[in-house]
């Protein structure tokens, strides 16, 4: 079992960073690819971003590549993304999620925190 917390969310401006990070517990975590995801109002989830078990592979997607960041500290149970050049767009509720490949779909992640909020103005 791996249970998931995030955090670093807040109203940020235009132009700004924030940095999400994500708490694992359990102590296979080491072993799982995680994920970043993102919901606005009346939408679908979404992908944002992945990282593989070892930390050697990340992906994103396409609107966010060049702006947002993700790592892992896998000591510290810890998976961060750093999100710089924020736009209004990015306003959404972003969970992280811990799954058996680094993937795009929802469907590939078995765990999943609470989300943590993001609201960025114009």
């Known amino acids: 079992q791996v249970q998931l917390v995030e955090s670093g969310g807040g109203l940020v401006q235009a132009g700004g960073s924030l940095r999400l990070s994500c708490a694992a517990s359990g102590r296979t975590f080491g072993s799982y690819a995680m994920g970043w995801f993102r919901q606005a109002p009346g939408k679908e989830r979404e992908f944002v971003a992945a990282?593989?078990?070892?930390?050697?592979?990340?992906y994103y997607a396409d609107s966010v590549k060049g702006r947002f960041t993700i790592s892992r500290g896998n000591a510290k149970n810890t998976v961060y993304l750093q999100m710089n050049s924020l736009k209004p767009e990015d306003t959404a509720n972003y969970y992280c999620?811990?799954?058996?490949?680094?993937?795009?779909?929802?469907?590939?992640?078995?765990?999943w925190g609470q989300g943590t909020q993001v609201t960025v103005s114009s």
């Open positions: 990282i593989n078990w070892s930390g050697g592979n990340t």
């Open positions: 999620a811990a799954g058996r490949a680094p993937g795009t779909p929802t469907n590939e992640y078995d765990y």
